[in-house]
């Protein structure tokens, strides 16, 4: 789809359907805008008649069809509720225009414009931003795997006509929007796909061909580069599968070679589990349906980076995922196993399911040593405790440091991911100790998220950190505007946001 900003506030006669976004309305004082008058003229007057018969008051959510008189254009015009003016801003706008586009599909109107409200506030460079996203989220399908020859007709192009703002800052504003929003799409594809296809090594080559699209520096370790750099707590876990592992690192802003980067450095660590059977510890059935979206933390780290590219942030940024796929058979890593990490620290296996976590701890230590980053920030669907615990309204932080775990709040609050802090203290620390090892990869019943973020608190040593538990939001079985069925891309948003204001911790 292509997103377009105009400044005019009218249509031509290539438009099929013409979408208002309107805030509350008050019908009793209410007088017709005048900048509705030639809308309302082409339907005959009907713009008038469904406020004042009250059939429209811009609610939030609410939506009405009217049909243009003869001879006049568009044919269609849809009236958008946004709900009341003091409490819309970014999030109901990016709401509302993925609404427009899933009615223009249902349609089969290919060419959209969108007249967004007269609120100048609502023209800023953040509504605009959330508009193009909502447009491009809203398009989003994933119909790869079916081959009926009817599918919708998708939406060739949105435009948003603005009246105040000025045109170039306001296309600087919604070009941002389609980046990001199309590098969550990649996230939700990557994390859509079916694990027969997407394993570690066809997510390396994605990786890799987005690198290349985009001039990101790209590193690919395979299974002997990995046996090199020790990562056995990884290995161990890539063990039972006949797909080899494989260590992605993508780097943007990349310093000289052999020299640390003058700018801040920013390590983003996805988990890249293609598939989690749970391995000998094996999950039930019914749990491993969906156990495919278990890459997604990596699949969002890739989609970050994608969007950081081509935004050029001004920082260093490097995105590392940890593929791998969690298999039970005969060559499989097992229960009681104590297996040596990257770091050097040995851990004792208490269940092959919490796989993820030995993933990370090599991942993080490769990033913290090779790249001495200012801060490291892993995602990961790393527990159902998290599930429990947060349910699918938000995403789990835990860090070792305060500042860390509050921007990643403020960030996902502007752009609409919301993340929860948990605690991480000595206290949990304390329950993951061994008596045959350096430390138990799993603890209890009790705190599961927690007891997982404190496992990874050994790798980290003392650099700024924090820990995402995306494993309530990585992927929905309940579609809502802008969001279908599977994947969500849950973090590229606010990973970006927090990266594009990044400032010393
Ligand atoms: N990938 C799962 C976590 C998960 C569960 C994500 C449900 C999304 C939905 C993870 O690898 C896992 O299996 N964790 C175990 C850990 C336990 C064995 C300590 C879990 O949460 O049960
Ligand atoms: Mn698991
Ligand atoms: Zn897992």
């Not at 790209?218 to 090199?228: A, N, T, V």
Request: charged share 20%; with cysteine.
């Amino acid at each position: 789809m292509q997103v377009s900003v105009e400044k005019r506030a009218s249509v031509n006669s290539e438009t099929d359907l013409f979408a208002v976004l309107t805030t509350s309305i008050n019908s009793e004082n209410w007088r017709l805008p005048p900048r509705w008058a030639e809308i309302d003229d082409w339907v005959d007057g009907n713009l008038r008649r469904v406020v004042d018969l009250g059939d429209f008051s811009g609610k939030a959510g609410q939506t009405v069809r009217l049909y243009s008189k003869d001879g006049t254009f568009p044919k269609r015009i849809i009236l958008v509720g946004i709900g009341n003016s003091k409490e819309v801003g970014p999030k109901e706008l990016r709401n509302a225009c993925s609404r427009v586009i899933e009615e223009a599909t249902k349609l089969e109107s290919r060419r959209v414009a969108i007249l967004p409200p007269l609120e100048r506030r609502l023209s800023s460079s953040a509504c605009l931003q959330a508009m193009s996203e909502g447009f491009i989220l809203g398009g989003y399908r994933y119909d790869q795997y079916q081959t009926a020859k009817d599918k919708p007709k998708l939406v060739a192009h949105a435009a948003i006509l603005i009246e105040t703002a000025n045109l170039r800052t306001a296309r600087r504003a919604s070009g941002a929007g389609i980046a990001i929003a199309e590098s969550q799409n990649l996230a939700r594809d990557l994390s859509n796909q079916p694990p027969c296809d997407l394993n570690p090594v066809t997510l390396a080559e994605a990786a890799k061909e987005m690198a290349k699209a985009t001039g990101l520096r790209c590193k690919i370790e395979d299974l002997q580069g990995l046996k090199k750099l020790k990562m056995g707590a990884m290995l161990a876990v890539a063990q039972g599968s006949s797909n080899p592992p494989r260590l992605i690192t993508l780097e943007h802003n990349p310093p000289k070679p052999g020299q640390k980067s003058r700018r801040p450095t920013v390590c983003l660590i996805g988990k890249g589990v293609t598939f989690d059977s749970g391995g000998l510890s094996l999950k039930p059935s019914g749990s491993m349906v969906t156990m495919k979206h278990d890459m997604s933390g990596g699949a969002t780290v890739i989609g970050a980076m994608r969007a950081c590219a081509l935004l050029r942030l001004p920082i260093h940024v490097v995105g590392i995922v940890g593929a791998v796929e969690n298999m039970p058979s005969g060559t499989a890593y097992r229960p009681d196993d104590v297996v040596t990490s990257a770091s050097g620290k040995t851990i004792e296996i208490g269940n092959t399911d919490a796989e993820g976590r030995l993933v990370l701890a090599d991942a993080l230590h490769y990033a913290r040593t090779t790249f001495e980053p200012d801060a490291l920030i892993d995602l990961a669907t790393l527990t159902g405790a998290c599930v429990i615990a947060l349910g699918k309204w938000c995403a789990g932080v835990l860090a070792n440091n305060e500042a860390l775990a509050s921007r990643i709040q403020v960030a996902g609050e502007t752009t609409s991911e919301r993340f929860w802090q948990l605690p991480l203290w000595e206290d949990h620390r304390k329950f993951i100790k061994s008596h045959i090892a350096d430390v138990k990869q799993v603890g209890g019943r009790e705190a599961g998220t927690i007891t997982a973020a404190a496992f990874l608190s050994h790798f980290v040593g003392d650099t700024p950190w924090a820990h995402l538990d995306i494993a309530g939001v990585a992927n929905t079985d309940q579609a809502s505007s802008g969001q279908p069925r599977g994947a969500t891309g849950f973090g590229v948003r606010a990973l970006i946001e927090l990266l594009q204001n990044w400032k010393k911790l």
